[in-house]
Structures are given as structure tokens and as C-alpha cells.
């Protein structure tokens, strides 16, 4: 199994320009997620889907949008890329509803804008 | 809202120290806490997650306890190695299963 998988690894971008981040996950896993990481901060939501066909917002959405794709992918879409979006960004999946649901990431997009 | 602090953000320790590392969160009305170790320029990897109902869970050198009431969770590493320098992440899951993270706390094993 590959766990989750994140494309591209690295992105420099300039400012207002678009891009998408794409995740897959390969454990049937009903829930997926997208974070940011910055410097000397945790991890902060953007974006969740519980279940297939279902999104909500995180504590950080504005900027972003977020399609679930199928059960396997969620991507995360930047439409006018700005220096402030300049982050580490994770996708991660967990399975709700059994005892752990504990969640399980991929390697991380590193996104310079310019 | 769940805030997670990380405390201290950063460790030196000499080989062989046993490390001590702590995470203190605000709402103790969670789902479970897990830890996770990072690697520079990597992912995270789960190191242990705690259900609400448990006090501790132990894996190798690892323990973690926790302590819901007080809002503390601890993680032990026994006989630290140059191998266990990293960050490490504290993240609190709420009721709704979305995660709280604490900024972490960069180790240093010293040879």
C-alpha cells in the first residue's frame, strides 16, 4: 500500500496564478483532509470531507476550494495564488467511525508564491 | 475553540537522557490525542494515539499518558538516540474528528 500519495512534491508559483494540488489514498479510508504548516505554527485545517460527496470549511478555507473527486481523491485548488498561501501543505485520511480513526499523511506540496 | 501549546519548543539532550515532552490543551472534551514525530522536510508519522477513555499507550521506548481532566498529555521517550531527533506534534481530536496541533517540539539528541 502507498498510504497517501501528494502531487507535486515542490511549486513555485507567482502571484495570481492557479493551481491544484491533488492527494490519493489508497486505504478505503472515508475521510480526507488538507492542512497547512507553517513556520513555528502546528498544523491548521483548511478543508475536510467526512465522506464521499460531502466538504466543509476548516479554520483557514478563504483562498482555497476543495473537490472530492471519488473516494480515493481530494484535491485542493489555489484560484489566484498570493504570497500569504507560501506553505507546506499535507493531505491526510482517516477512517470515521471506528475506534482509532486516526489519521495517516502523505509527504507534504512545498508551495513558494511569488 | 481547542488550543494545543507545546511545551518547550525546544530540547538538547545527551544520548541515553530519557526525554520528556509535553502538550496541554484547552477543551477536554475530545475524541482522542496522538503524537506524531517529523522528520526536516518530511511528513508526519504516527507515533501513538491515546483514546479519551484510556490513561496511557505504550509502544517500544514510547509512552504516552493522558490526563483529560487536567488537559495534559505526555510523551515519554526512554534512552534517547542521535535517531530520535525530530519534531514532535501534539494534535487533539475533537468530537466532529477534526484535528487541533500544537507547534511542536524540536528535539536534539547529541552524540
Known amino acids: 500500500n502507498a498510504g497517501v500519495t501528494q502531487t507535486p512534491k515542490f511549486q513555485v508559483l507567482k502571484t495570481g496564478q492557479s493551481m491544484t494540488l491533488q492527494c490519493a489514498q489508497d486505504m478505503n479510508h472515508n475521510s480526507m483532509y488538507w492542512y497547512r504548516q507553517d513556520p513555528g505554527m502546528g498544523l491548521r485545517l483548511i478543508y475536510y470531507?467526512?465522506?464521499?460527496?460531502?466538504?466543509d470549511k476548516g479554520e483557514v478555507p478563504n483562498g482555497y476550494n476543495v473537490s472530492r473527486l471519488n473516494k480515493r481523491e481530494f484535491s485542493l485548488r489555489l484560484e489566484s495564488a498570493a504570497p500569504s498561501q507560501t506553505s507546506v501543505y499535507f493531505c491526510?485520511?482517516?477512517?470515521?467511525?471506528?475506534?482509532?480513526?486516526?489519521?495517516?499523511f502523505g509527504p507534504g506540496t512545498r508551495l513558494t508564491v511569488l | 475553540k481547542q488550543e494545543v501549546t507545546q511545551i518547550p519548543a525546544a530540547l538538547s539532550v545527551p544520548e541515553g537522557e530519557n526525554l520528556v515532552l509535553n502538550c496541554s490543551f484547552t477543551d477536554s472534551a475530545i475524541y482522542n490525542l496522538q503524537w506524531f514525530r517529523q522528520d526536516p522536510g518530511k511528513g508526519l508519522t504516527s507515533l501513538l494515539l491515546i483514546q479519551s477513555s484510556q490513561r496511557e499507550q505504550t509502544s517500544g521506548r514510547l509512552n504516552a499518558s493522558l490526563d483529560k481532566s487536567s488537559g495534559r498529555s505526555t510523551l515519554y521517550i526512554a534512552a534517547s538516540q542521535p535517531g530520535d531527533s525530530a519534531t514532535y506534534l501534539c494534535a487533539v481530536s475533537s468530537n466532529d474528528y477534526k484535528l487541533s496541533f500544537g507547534a511542536g517540539t524540536t528535539v536534539t539528541v547529541r552524540a
Open positions: 491526510a485520511s482517516s477512517d470515521i467511525g471506528t475506534v482509532n480513526n486516526e489519521q495517516f
Open positions: 470531507s467526512a465522506s464521499e460527496g460531502t466538504t
